[in-house]
């Protein structure tokens, strides 16, 4: 992978001694507690501190930025960018590519999780050695911790997959080993992948396995509905991001997997992931993560990587996220934050917390959806 392109340093301070200090210090400490312990949230615990997760070091906020952010851009990257963002002309009012755009929002969340991180980034701009470590550091507890999550929902998902939990006792697919026996392998698990537009038949997934149908970023998957929705191609909003395995998949990551099939609230001890992180609420983010890494475990994919076929799972990721722009989704927000931390939902999500081959050119649903908010808009706005 090529370095990202150094931003300008002009207008900038040296570097303060009270920053070097803090950051090296900073560095020290994540080393020496990395070195003892790398038990973190397949266990419902933070990356070796203790049961308040108190250790606060640039692996512990790795360990929380990795659910809140893209986790396919390299910290580097994000901070990079971030800089030149802070130190460039603020009446440049150029349209930001997609790419700029979604990297400077890792640079904010950045900014948001770990104290003082604006200031010491560009304190250290002339230092980029040191900055480098830094990002490193941060960057491998995120994909550490995004392994975590992955190896742990591996064989727990198996016990979500169904309505019925005792009926997907036995299913008969693997927990351990190679997932060749799921995918477009195992009617369940290519049931739940497959696009919701296309019908819930085996020659369907016969199709999605060879190549005769596509399941692309666009082409929202069933595991995204609840379960027996019946797809409505002029209303492909209801019911979204609201299947049961979502939901139980969220209580896994952000409370520990003994929350993800009891009730709403519940974690073990003290404290769930969510409250290690400082999370009281669930983001768009959080969300598109939890679907990312939901995806993942259902797929014969036993490898990591952006890329399964033609599904591309950055931008699955960044669809999901645009699916809350001009706020939008806020009764699905409330209803992962009622599931996960206990909220009360408001009126509009609480009926939903108490219930559970066409050409490749093809519009996808994503894009039929925002076609469909767009008129809604237009026609409220007429009244």
């Given at each position: 992978m090529s370095s990202s392109p150094e931003p300008s340093t002009s207008g900038l301070l040296p570097v303060d001694r009270g920053i070097l200090h803090d950051v090296v210090q900073n560095l020290t400490i994540s080393t020496l507690a990395d070195g003892r312990s790398r038990k973190r949230s397949s266990v419902g615990e933070g990356p070796g501190g203790d049961e308040n997760g108190s250790t606060d070091t640039y692996t512990s906020y790795g360990w929380a930025f990795c659910r809140q952010a893209d986790i396919f851009i390299h910290v580097d990257?994000?901070?990079?960018?971030?800089?030149?963002?802070?130190?460039?002309?603020?009446?440049?009012?150029?349209?930001?590519?997609?790419?700029?755009?979604?990297?400077?929002?890792?640079?904010?969340?950045?900014?948001?999780?770990?104290?003082?991180f604006r200031t010491q980034m560009?304190?250290?701009?002339?230092?980029?050695?040191?900055?480098?470590?830094?990002?490193?550091?941060?960057?491998?507890?995120?994909?550490?911790?995004?392994?975590?999550?992955?190896?742990?929902?591996?064989?727990?998902?198996?016990?979500?997959?169904?309505?019925?939990?005792?009926?997907?006792?036995?299913?008969?697919?693997?927990?351990?080993?190679?997932?060749?026996?799921?995918?477009?392998?195992?009617?369940?698990?290519?049931?739940?992948?497959?696009?919701?537009?296309?019908?819930?038949?085996?020659?369907?997934?016969?199709d999605l396995n060879r190549g005769g149908k596509n399941a692309r970023a666009g082409d929202f998957p069933r595991f995204l509905y609840p379960d027996g929705h019946i797809y409505n191609p002029d209303d492909i909003e209801t019911g979204i991001l609201q299947g049961h395995l979502m939901l139980r998949v969220a209580k896994h990551i952000l409370q520990g997997p003994t929350a993800a099939l009891a009730g709403a609230g519940f974690h073990r001890g003290r404290g769930g992931n969510a409250s290690l992180m400082n999370l009281s609420g669930v983001t768009p983010n959080v969300i598109a993560y939890i679907a990312v890494q939901t995806r993942f475990a259902l797929s014969s994919q036993s490898m990591w990587g952006k890329?399964?076929?033609?599904?591309?799972?950055?931008?699955?990721?960044?669809?999901?996220?645009?699916?809350?722009?001009?706020?939008?989704?806020?009764?699905?927000?409330?209803?992962?934050?009622?599931?996960?931390?206990?909220?009360?939902?408001?009126?509009?999500?609480?009926?939903?917390?108490?219930?559970?081959?066409?050409?490749?050119t093809e519009e996808s649903d994503y894009d039929k959806l925002k076609e469909q908010r767009a008129a809604k808009r237009a026609r409220q706005a007429t009244r």
């Open positions: 990257a994000m901070v990079v960018e971030g800089i030149k963002k802070e130190t460039e002309d603020t009446d440049d009012e150029r349209q930001l590519s997609d790419k700029e755009r979604h990297t400077r929002q890792g640079w904010e969340t950045l900014c948001q999780i770990i104290p003082n560009l304190g250290l701009t002339d230092q980029r050695c040191l900055r480098k470590k830094v990002c490193q550091q941060i960057n491998e507890s995120r994909d550490g911790t995004r392994g975590d999550d992955t190896s742990a929902l591996k064989g727990c998902i198996i016990d979500y997959l169904l309505v019925d939990t005792v009926a997907s006792q036995a299913l008969g697919i693997k927990r351990k080993g190679l997932k060749g026996d799921r995918g477009w392998m195992h009617p369940v698990t290519a049931e739940l992948l497959s696009p919701i537009k296309y019908p819930a038949t085996q020659e369907t997934y016969n890329r399964d076929g033609l599904f591309d799972y950055q931008e699955f990721y960044w669809r999901i996220v645009s699916l809350f722009d001009d706020d939008e989704g806020q009764d699905i927000i409330a209803l992962y934050n009622y599931h996960v931390f206990g909220n009360p939902p408001p009126a509009s999500a609480s009926a939903l917390a108490n219930s559970e081959l066409e050409p490749i």
